[in-house]
């Protein structure tokens, strides 16, 4: 039988609109300023596998989200 990995979900973006998350196991990344958002998007570990964004933060990250399965929350 193949290994199963479980892949993590992370969430980046204002605590405000992030933070419920956290109660259900989502790896809380706070990012009150596009700069903040693009740090916290290059500091995500390798095992996030789908990444929750704000819509000022995955502005702020723009073509990068490619890189990783995301959704943008309403705004």
Known sequence: MPELRRAGVAAI???ARIEGYAL???AIRPAEDPD???RAWDALPSAS???ILTPAAA???GARR???LTT???A
Do not use: F, K
Request: avoid cysteine; glycine fraction near 24%; aromatic fraction near 0%.
């Open 36 to 38: 903040a958002a693009r």
């Open 66 to 68: 490619g890189e990783r």
């Open 72 to 74: 943008v929350l309403p």
């Open 49 to 51: 596998g789908v990444v």
């Open 13 to 15: 973006g204002e605590v």
């Open 24 to 26: 259900a196991g989502v």
């Open 59 to 61: 502005g702020a990250i």
